[in-house]
């Protein structure tokens, strides 16, 4: 019997089906295309929610079963014990466990301790000692200590006896019944004895371990602070507790009775502080991600587009069979659509594994651990569909094109579609879309709550302006180019480089795909640059002085004079950073830092750079004279604030206004909000009278180490003092800003990868629809290896102009992206041309392009000339 | 009464300032049944007479009726239906799917035409066997030979029962023994079904298969010559050869 179950088909998707799988090296990159778009989305997506995800846990597991916080609304200072009994009166209050911790170093450490900074501006958990004192039997409602070794302090307790995190001892080689060297304000260093070993969880992974828990008076009396507590956690009534109307009454109804000084909070809240610090950079992310996507399209369009000129002969034999155009449009769409769904699943996998390792780059300078990469499945199923609309989106045109193909097209010998008239479209609307583009980033004044949507679609609209330009520019620079290919590569090169010419939107859409990826580099590199470059010249003209000097515990203002005796010394000036929050005329408040400087030194040892207000000198003095503060630019714009306008800080003694003297450039704080006082109203208001910071000048002769020796070793004996020069401090920043901008390096990789991508497939394409020319070339006399150096020079002419555009586009970018950082940020950057990653850039296009090429030439030299010549 | 009717057709294309007529107020008309073959020089208009009939192309002035449909005026999409479900092509270079089974390419019209597969299973094996190919339905085009992949392309041009066939030198690209066997079948569908069928080709051999030869010259047909198949093809081909001497074509 005739088997009859030869076709397995009854639909016209076996068609798609087939030509997914048969020409699966196309299949293969346009997927790629869609994986490593969506695969940047979604990583980039799932690291940041990670990230906050990651604090947010943080301040949950740390909090144990507290439902409340008190605090002083300055975070980090000290209120007196009595508000426990006020708290404990309360209805509805079971529990009320007090705290208090003095940061400090080991004293074994005491030398070599650094100010680590995050880019929250913050410190980095972990650098400094955490003594907690803590009221033990208060504690059994709120905290489980799950105590690995020897017992826990008693409420009684008096002995300086201390428990610390079983990972922090096993790391500095401590055991139980050691003793444990701190420096303390009063004493200096005292020995505690080591009588037991939590392990890191719950309280434990408070300050990344890095904490020693002790009876609260024990720690109260170590740090001077009898009396006083930094916080109480609330346990409260469990049906208040469960419903979110009732705990958040009773909140703001404790919060009305403790009065202005001290705030009461949810413990969850504590973390949104960090997370708000990290919004700015995440918004960045999101925005290079999204152009991954983009880009991703391109190459979609393009491999779409070709396997329409490919089977253009096969699309007119369906139309003369009776295909309708519309069947023949549905069929591409269906292809892309199958293409989009399996791209952008498997796209969200290898963005999951993407997610973990910028994770880790997060992890490396936000001051916070993202130990677990958690994704949302609703947003991996937001990203497959924006992988298959994308998707779709790009195949419509060439859908189109399909639809269009004539039948006669099948009769034909050798089909020839209808490439487009590109040069025409692209002269009329290629520096048009540009121009218009330029002036919206440029011109328009754009509200804050609608810059970042519109700033980014404007630089989508620039892309396409610039990739519709490049067809207009092909010839001239092919010609341009001649000479040098025909030296790189002979004669072939000619044969190559003029290629390019013959299907103007191929080579249009692989230039701008090499383009993109370059332009992202160039692009944030002259961001970074420019960051780097202004901030250094910051440190080096605002921030002034010659060295800093600083203390794991504040300074006594004496130190000043002591220091000033010096003979290197020329000048000394003070600063103290304090928290606090601010209240801006909009209404807008967040926690933010108070930076309280010296009015009668600063200019000795500094200068300001003002945007906006009175010289320096006419600036300290109205400092000096009381309620005036200077604020940076990005907080100017941040909370829309001008010279004179007014805003109103919480202090010790309530909340206060404080005038704007002059808006200057700044990056003290990094992305935490920093205003600049006065060190008498930091006296008045916060009651604060040590110092963090020295800034020191010294003669022009000075000998560095010796100075530091002298200051670190006879001055600072007993007072800890560490000595920091400017070179050192630069480092330090200029490290951060590496880290921070390595995850930007990431998406500009994945951008080149795209343009690669690209160029695989444009000259694949050109091999396979050109096998029977190769073959005539072949029958001729051209060997293989010349075969190859002529599918090589078509792809290095394609590269040196990805590489052009991509430079000249990158150097637009950059400058978008600083106009973006000022909208968004509100840093205010001069632009730096980075002329090694122009350069760099430039080999990297040639070289993507031209190893991009060798399968494609590999397989053009193998075409067998018998075939090539019949193959119809 | 003719399956197929052309009335005073002209075809112009033009090439910049330079007007082209490749067919000047043809009328043509194909009974059904008949096996019509057109010859001519290169040039003459042949294929575009061929397109215009199959609805692939319009004319520039005139009228060309399709099984009873005035397809020089309809849409483009009432003219796809039209070839969808009663016209079958054949073409020089047969056209297979590379990606398709030859079962499968032969299924391609009804596929299109949204028919169900597996009722139509039975005609398909049939189509194969009749053109010699019933081992070979799960063969990719790759794997058969020329003549191979124009049998299985004229169990396509077949499988939707059309109203006629044209084919565009069929023969065009094979050798002669693969030619004969295809110019056979074609003769074997049109008796033996009863098909209709016009065929364009240069080869007075391929010719003596018809029943008829038109001859085109400059666009206008200029000459018909029924063929008697009488004392064999021999016969036939030197009287389509003395016509040809005779038109100087
Ligand atoms: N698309 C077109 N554009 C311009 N002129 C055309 C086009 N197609 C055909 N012609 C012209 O029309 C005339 C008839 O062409 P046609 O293809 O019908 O000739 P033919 O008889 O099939 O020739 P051959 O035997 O070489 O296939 C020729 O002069 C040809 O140059
Ligand atoms: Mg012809």
């Known amino acids: 019997m005739f088997q009859l179950g030869f076709i397995r088909f009854n639909s016209p998707l076996i068609l798609v089906f087939r030509n997914l799988w048969t020409r699966w090296v196309r299949t293969l990159l346009t997927m790629t295309g869609i994986i490593v778009g969506v695969g940047a989305m979604v990583a980039v997506n799932t690291t940041n929610k990670s990230t906050i995800q990651a604090i947010s846990s943080f301040f949950d597991e740390a909090a144990g079963r507290s439902d409340l916080i008190v605090e002083t609304a300055v975070s980090g200072e000290t209120f007196a014990t009595d508000t426990i009994n006020r708290v404990r009166r309360v209805p509805g209050i079971l529990a009320v466990a007090p705290s208090i911790v003095g940061v400090t170093v080991p004293a074994a450490e005491a030398a070599q301790w650094e100010q680590q900074l995050s880019i929250s501006g913050g410190a980095v958990p972990g650098t400094s000692f955490w003594l907690m004192g803590r009221d ?213 996998g290898f963005g999951l594994l993407l997610a973990q390792f910028l994770a880790r780059i997060v992890s490396s300078f936000s001051g916070q651990t993202v130990e677990q990469v958690t994704a949302v499945p609703t947003d991996l199923a937001q990203a497959i569909a924006i992988g298959l609309a994308v998707t779709i989106v790009a195949a419509i045109l060439p859908a189109i094109q399909a639809a269009r193909v004539s039948p006669l097209q099948a009769l034909r010998i050798q089909a020839n579609l209808d490439e487009g008239r590109w040069q025409e479209t692209g002269l009329r609307f290629g520096p048009l879309t540009i121009f218009a583009t330029l002036l919206i980033l440029y011109q328009v004044p754009l509200r804050p709550a609608v810059t970042f949507p519109v700033g980014s679609n404007a630089i989508f609209a620039m892309l396409l302006g610039a990739t519709l330009c490049i067809p207009i520019l092909t010839k001239p620079i092919e010609r341009l180019l001649r000479p040098f290919i025909l030296l790189l590569f002979g004669n072939e090169g000619r044969l190559g480089s003029s290629n390019i010419n013959r299907a103007q939107g191929r080579t249009t859409l692989t230039v701008a795909a090499l383009m993109v990826g370059i332009s992202m580099v160039v692009g944030i590199e002259g961001m970074t640059l420019s960051f780097e470059t202004d901030i250094m010249d910051w440190v080096d003209t605002a921030l002034g002085g010659d060295l800093f000097v600083r203390s794991p515990l504040q300074m006594r203002p004496d130190v000043e004079a002591r220091l000033l005796a010096l003979p290197e010394v020329t000048a000394v000036t003070k600063s103290r950073y304090i928290a606090t929050r601010l209240f801006s005329p909009d209404g807008e408040d967040e926690y933010a830092i108070f930076n309280a400087i010296d009015p009668a030194t600063y200019l000795n040892v500094a200068s300001i750079r003002v945007q906006d207000g009175p010289a320096p000198a006419e600036l300290v003095q109205q400092l000096a004279t009381g309620d005036a503060i200077w604020v940076g630019a990005d907080v100017a714009q941040k909370y829309n604030l001008h010279v004179n306008d007014e805003v109103v800080l919480e202090t010790r003694r309530g909340r206060r206004p404080f005038r704007i003297a002059a808006i200057v450039i700044d990056f003290a704080g990094g992305e935490t909000t920093t205003v600049t006082g006065s060190w008498n109203d930091l006296r008045r208001y916060f009651g604060v009278t040590d110092v963090s910071t020295f800034l020191v000048r010294l003669a022009p002769a000075a000998s560095l180490p010796a100075i530091t020796d002298t200051i670190e070793n006879d001055i600072g004996r007993n007072l800890n003092l560490i000595v920091e020069s400017k070179q050192e401090f630069e480092d330090k920043m200029r490290t951060l800003s590496a880290q921070a901008f390595s995850l930007f390096d990431v998406l500009g990789l994945i951008g080149l990868v795209v343009g690669g991508l690209g160029v695989i497939n444009t000259m694949l394409m050109n091999v396979l629809e050109r096998t029977r020319e190769l073959g005539g070339l072949r029958s001729l006399g051209m060997t293989r290896r010349q075969v190859r150096r002529m599918i090589l020079a078509e792809a290095a002419t394609i590269g040196v102009m990805g590489g052009l555009f991509g430079v000249a586009f990158g150097a637009v970018l950059a400058d978008v992206f600083l106009v973006g950082l000022r909208a968004v940020g509100g840093f205010v950057l001069n632009l730096q041309t980075p002329y090694t990653a122009i350069a760099v850039s430039f080999v990297i296009a040639l070289v993507l392009a031209l190893a991009a090429a060798l399968y494609p030439a590999w397989r053009a030299s193998q075409v067998n000339i018998i075939q090539a010549i019949k193959n119809e | 009464m003719s399956v197929l009717e052309a009335k005073m057709v002209t075809k112009q294309y033009q090439m910049g300032e330079v007007t082209v007529q490749a067919l000047a107020e043809v009328d043509f008309a194909v009974a059904k049944g008949d096996f019509v073959a057109v010859m001519g020089p290169s040039g003459s208009g042949k294929s575009t007479l061929l397109h215009l009939l199959g609805g692939l192309d319009e004319p520039t002035s005139g009228e060309i009726t399709l099984a009873g449909r005035p397809i020089s005026r309809l849409s483009d999409d009432e003219v796809t239906i039209v070839r969808r479900r009663k016209v079958g092509f054949i073409f020089q270079f047969f056209n297979l799917v590379p990606t398709l089974s030859a079962a499968e390419n032969v299924a391609l019209p009804l596929l299109i035409d949204g028919r169900n597969i597996k009722e139509e299973q039975q005609k398909i094996i049939n189509l194969l066997e009749m053109v010699g190919l019933g081992e070979r339905a799960d063969h990719k085009p790759d794997q058969l030979s020329g003549g191979q992949q124009q049998r299985v392309a004229i169990a396509r041009a077949f499988v939707n029962d059309p109203e006629i066939v044209l084919a565009d030198e069929p023969t065009g690209n094979l050798d002669s023994k693969s030619g004969t066997a295809v110019l056979n079948l074609l003769r074997q569908f049109c008796r033996e079904l009863q098909q209709t069928i016009v065929m364009v080709t240069h080869d007075p051999r391929a010719a003596s298969f018809a029943n008829k030869v038109v001859f085109l010259k400059d666009g206008n047909i200029i000459q018909e010559l029924p063929i008697a198949h009488n004392d064999g093809h021999e016969e036939d081909i030197r009287a389509i050869m003395r016509v040809m001497r005779e038109l100087e074509l």
Do not use: C, W
């Open chain 1, 136 to 348: 033990l039997e208060a504690d059994t409602a709120v905290h489980e200590y799950n105590l690995s070794e020897g017992r826990l302090p008693t409420a009684a307790e008096t002995s300086y006896n201390v428990v610390l995190v079983e990972d922090y001892a096993a790391d500095k080689g401590i055991e139980v019944g050691e003793d444990f060297a701190i420096l303390t304000p009063g004493a200096g260093a005292v020995n505690l004895r080591v009588i037991g070993l939590i392990a890191k969880e719950g309280i434990g992974i408070t300050n990344d371990g890095v904490l020693g828990i002790a009876n609260l008076a024990v720690v109260q009396e170590l740090f001077n602070l009898t009396g006083e507590v930094n916080q109480l956690e609330l346990v409260v009534d469990e049906d208040i507790a469960a419903d979110t109307d009732r705990l958040e009454a009773l909140r703001t109804e404790l919060d009305d009775q403790l009065g202005t000084s001290l705030t009461v909070k949810r413990p969850a809240s504590r973390g949104e502080a960090v997370a708000n610090s990290l919004g700015t950079y995440q918004l960045g992310l999101n925005f290079f991600s999204v152009v991954s996507l983009f880009v991703g399209s391109f190459l979609i369009y393009n491999a779409f587009a070709m396997t329409i000129v490919e089977r253009t002969r096969e699309i007119g034999m369906f139309r003369a069979i009776g295909m309708t155009r519309r069947q023949i449009g549905v069929m591409v769409l269906l292809e892309a659509g199958m293409l989009g769904l399996f791209g952008s699943v498997i796209g969200v």
